[in-house]
């Protein structure tokens, strides 16, 4: 009797390939923004989380501007063609989809960091924090 992971058969490895290799187009990971912070990064690194949580802990070089206040205003000083890569809290938390969804709808090149906050601790790497926090 087929389990749960073998009773819809994978799909064909060509389609696969397709599905897999598109997701780089939307996403990047922790490790791979750490290694692009650690140069001189190419794109904007958005916490979209609130001022409080950013406070407390954050990916160093992110900038927080919360995902309900991503507006064409707050974007005019970034070229056009600017990427934006924005996250949230983690895998359980869907504020970094809801800011690509804000930036995509403002025209603007955007990736998601896969994990979050909770990737970012997971592979190691140090939060920032403001001193009134």
């Not at 989809?97 to 970012?120: D, F, H, N």
Request: hydrophobic share 45%.
């Amino acid at each position: 009797m087929p389990t749960a992971v073998t009773a819809v058969p994978a799909a064909p490895s060509d389609l696969a390939r397709e599905h897999f290799a598109a997701e780089f187009a939307f996403e990047t990971d922790c490790w791979d923004v750490h290694e692009a912070l650690s140069r001189e990064p190419d794109f904007v690194l958005l916490d979209v989380r609130g001022p409080a949580l950013f406070a407390k802990g954050h990916v160093p070089g992110a900038i927080n501007l919360p995902h309900g206040r991503i507006v064409r205003s707050r974007l005019d000083h970034w070229p056009a063609q600017t990427l934006f890569v924005t996250y949230c809290a983690g895998p359980h938390c869907n504020g970094a989809a809801r800011g690509a969804v804000r930036l995509g709808e403002l025209g603007r090149p955007v990736k998601i960091m896969a994990g979050g906050v909770t990737g970012w601790i997971d592979e190691g790497f140090v939060l920032a924090r403001d001193e009134a926090a």
